[in-house]
């Protein structure tokens, strides 16, 4: 297909897309006048996007038909890449503010917001000269951690066409490393090397991944199978070892010595804050992660003041339980290592923790009406986290759903140890990370046919994730713990656990915090295992900011909340107020909070 085939193909597929405002399956009139010219611009940056990200396509459940060509693709990580996305975000600025948005209103204006935050925020961080965030190879950032589960999970093996297209994104993965490992040079030269530790465990999981045999490799296991279920001839299984021996594990082991050769100049200060202009880098991830204008001062003192309320909170009901000796992270940790809170640590056991883990779903599910207008049509499922990426993961994350739904959203819980997971704390990260939290928000975000697509590309952690945490305290006011003290203390600890997170990232990256002093406090505060902590605070340290936008996230919708049934009296609706802050999607916080004012004044 002709590259301008291809565009005008892509053109049609997306404008169909890009449907101006209202509600979802609303028949509006066709925008004009400036509305029209902004979503045309939309369109032309949904183009734009898709070209220079193709993985996108699949994960939103685009890649067929007339976009079936991305299928075949997948990014360019090299620094000349990353370049060339600077002047593109800087023409994208100039285009936009062309637009006269005195004259948009509703949700025209809501959308052109959004997008005029994030490309102005995306303008502002060229000024850092770092391609990755600023590591691009580290346990939690680089294809070889992500690439194998997209390839699994995301790019879909129906026909011929679609398992040779993996065979064509596999060797094209190969080139990605390689485009990688540029970009971790150019940025090692800029004095951005990860941390020694962090070093260190990259290499750990690397190298396990590297170990497989290559019939047992997850990235050509998965084609064979896949293959083989539906029936597929030809010898895909050989294919993909084929490519796999001569292309990606060579590009891996260049990756492993490209960062076993930066070792030896790696320092073991975990901040940013040592990289030049580190306290501005920091400033503006800190900016960027929570669309607040919150100083890494004000942060920090906020989780201190947090930490001390919910640490009261949590003791009344240990008290009340009986369970009174000792600091409230002892007493924690005593609930840790008591065995009967735990799954067994066998295969058997964690499949009757995902299965009570689907009934709990079913129980909030029915609750859901009574506090919810609009609701998903898409399922969720509960999967363990893949065991070769399990040791640097996160003990909960989540998959949306594509625009087609023809997925399920995917819930990922880290079951590499049952002891870090016990019973009590397990109703709570169901909550965030599916119903009511992210599966909800996400997927009724996809499912709003009045988004033009390039808002449900974009994500914000500050609204997203602070969702998610504030559906943790929504499920206290549904009932759901009522007869479950120590599940309540849970949603505690985990809500508390954010607060430590607002303490100990500003700590490392503002205040030159070492990692070994932010696990000592999050284990002390928290009673958490100390392998869990560890893997936490190395989050942290590779995404300098983010975790900061949870709990930022939380108390702006807890207040718009507030406000909102102040002003209104007896005529506030939560369901009303839950429909009004997520179909619009997401949105940066101060957009947010025009989106509650507005609904209040129309309400």
């Known amino acids: 297909m002709s590259v301008n085939r291809r565009d005008l193909l892509l053109s049609a597929a997306s404008t169909g897309l890009l449907a101006a405002s209202g509600a979802a399956g609303a028949q509006t009139p066709p925008p004009s006048g400036e509305a029209a010219r902004m979503y045309a611009l939309f369109d032309q940056f949904v183009q734009e996007d898709l070209r220079r990200s193709p993985e996108t396509a699949s994960e939103l459940g685009l890649d067929k038909g007339d976009l079936a060509w991305t299928k075949f693709l997948v990014s360019d990580a090299s620094p000349e890449a990353a370049a060339v996305r600077r002047l593109q975000t800087a023409e994208r600025l100039k285009q936009l503010h062309a637009i006269d948005a005195s004259k948009l209103a509703g949700m025209d204006r809501i959308n052109y917001d959004v997008v005029d935050y994030v490309t102005t925020e995306d303008a502002d961080g060229a000024r850092f000269p770092y391609v990755g965030a600023p590591y691009p190879i580290t346990q939690l950032t680089g294809s070889y951690h992500d690439f194998p589960d997209f390839l699994d999970n995301q790019h879909t093996v129906e026909t011929r066409e679609d398992a040779d297209a993996y065979l064509a994104r596999l060797s094209g993965f190969a080139a990605h490393l390689d485009q990688e490992a540029e970009s971790a040079r150019h940025d090692a030269a800029l004095g951005a090397i990860p941390p020694d530790f962090i070093i260190d465990k990259t290499l750990l999981e690397m190298r396990a991944f590297v170990a497989n045999p290559t019939e047992r490799a997850p990235l050509v296991e998965s084609l064979a199978r896949r293959a083989k279920a539906k029936g597929l001839t030809g010898d895909y299984a050989g294919e993909a070892g084929r490519i796999y021996e001569q292309q990606v594990r060579p590009a891996l082991e260049r990756q492993i010595a490209l960062l076993t050769a930066l070792r030896p100049q790696a320092t073991h200060d975990a901040g940013v804050y040592k990289l030049k202009d580190g306290e501005a880098f920091y400033a503006y991830r800190l900016r960027s992660s929570t669309t607040s204008d919150m100083s890494p001062e004000e942060v920090h003192r906020l989780g201190l003041d947090l930490v001390a309320s919910h640490s009261a909170q949590i003791d009344a009901i240990l008290t009340k339980q009986g369970l009174t000796q000792g600091a409230v992270g002892q007493r924690l940790r005593r609930l840790y290592d008591d065995p009967k809170y735990r799954y067994p640590n066998t295969d058997a056991g964690k499949e009757k923790l995902i299965a009570d883990l689907n009934a709990k779903v079913a129980e909030v599910t029915a609750r859901l009406p009574r506090y919810f207008g609009a609701l998903p049509k898409a399922r969720l499922e509960i999967k363990r986290v893949p065991k070769n990426i399990e040791a640097g993961s996160p003990g909960g994350y989540y998959n949306g759903p594509p625009l087609d739904n023809s997925r399920p959203g995917i819930y990922w819980i880290n079951l590499r140890d049952t002891a870090e997971v016990p019973t009590w704390t397990l109703p709570t990260l169901t909550y965030h990370e599916g119903i009511p939290g992210h599966h909800l928000q996400i997927a009724l975000a996809t499912e709003a046919g009045a988004l033009p697509l390039l808002r449900k590309m974009t994500g914000f952690s500050s609204y997203q994730e602070g969702w998610a945490l504030y559906a943790e305290q929504l499920a206290v006011e549904m009932g759901l713990y009522d007869r479950d003290p120590l599940g309540h203390v849970g949603q505690l600890h985990d809500s508390m656990f954010r607060a430590v997170r607002l303490v100990v990232d500003t700590g490392m990256h503002a205040k030159r915090w070492s990692r070994e002093q932010a696990i000592k406090y999050m284990v002390d505060v928290l009673g958490d295992q100390e392998s869990s902590a ?70």
Do not use: N
């Open 534 to 603: 560890v893997t936490e605070i190395e989050r942290y340290v590779v995404w300098p900011g983010q975790a900061c936008s949870y709990m930022v996230g939380k108390l702006t919708w807890l207040r718009l909340r507030d406000r909102a049934r102040k002003a209104m009296g007896p005529r506030f609706d939560i369901r009303r107020f839950h429909d009004a802050g997520l179909l619009s999607g997401a949105m940066p916080l101060k957009v947010l909070e025009a989106r509650i004012d507005g609904y209040i004044r129309g309400a």
